[in-house]
């Protein structure tokens, strides 16, 4: 039985702010930030906000989501050297994807894309 990845009891407050200094580094918004989260998971801003004041683990983080994205399964590409696609763990996978949204943000796609919309 193998320990699950310390990312997971990680509080998603304390990642939250890398997510949005990267992004606004390249000239985007915590607002664009926002769109992506919400996009992904389905919370609304103020539970997203509640969720951020309550220190949630990233675990929780995903397994409460209102409802995950259907369609996030059509987020593909390589973060962190790693095929998100590829990823067979569903949490890590989760965890991915939102790395792969704020990516693409901050290179500079258009929030439209990054939804695929």
């Not at 985007?28 to 509640?50: C, H, K, M, N």
């Not at 994807?97 to 439209?112: H, M, S, T």
């Amino acid at each position: 039985m193998s320990t699950p990845h310390r990312i997971y009891s990680m509080k998603f407050a304390s990642v939250y702010p890398l997510y949005v200094a990267k992004a606004e580094r390249k000239g985007r918004t915590r607002a664009e930030v926002d769109a992506v989260i919400r996009w992904l998971t389905g919370y609304s801003e103020a539970q997203l906000a509640a969720l951020l004041a309550a220190d949630t683990d990233f675990e929780t983080f995903f397994r409460e989501a209102p409802r995950l994205n259907p369609t996030r399964s059509l987020i593909r590409g390589m973060v962190c050297g790693v095929r998100v696609e590829e990823v067979a763990e569903p949490l890590m996978r989760e965890i991915r994807y939102l790395d792969k949204l704020v990516d693409e943000l901050a290179k500079g796609k258009a929030l439209e894309k990054v939804l695929r919309a």
